[in-house]
């Protein structure tokens, strides 16, 4: 069973090759912030849809602490933004 972090939730836009885009916002399980593997993966099992070409990502947290988590960082270093072939 998944654990969520409290105060920490997800924008995601998904934009795919054939289908429209896709807006929702999640929870944020801990498992997924082990490292950006597992947050993509954490995502991807999400969509509804396999022809993703992009992921926007924007994360929201009244807790500032939130944003220490290395995944996180390394999240926003990329300005959020995920690029598949």
């Given amino acids: 069973m998944l654990s969520f972090i409290k105060n920490l939730r997800l924008d995601i ?9 896709e807006f929702f916002n999640c929870a944020v399980a801990k498992e997924a912030l082990e490292d950006e593997n597992a947050l993509i993966k954490y995502i991807k099992g999400q969509l509804s849809h396999k022809d993703l070409v992009k992921l926007s990502l924007c994360w929201q ?4 602490k939130v ?3 290395p995944t996180i960082q390394e999240s926003l270093s990329k300005n959020a933004k995920y690029y598949f072939n």
Avoid: G, L
């Fill in 13 to 21: 836009i998904a934009t795919y090759d054939v289908n429209e885009q």
């Fill in 61 to 64: 947290s009244d807790d500032d």
């Fill in 67 to 69: 944003f220490n988590n």
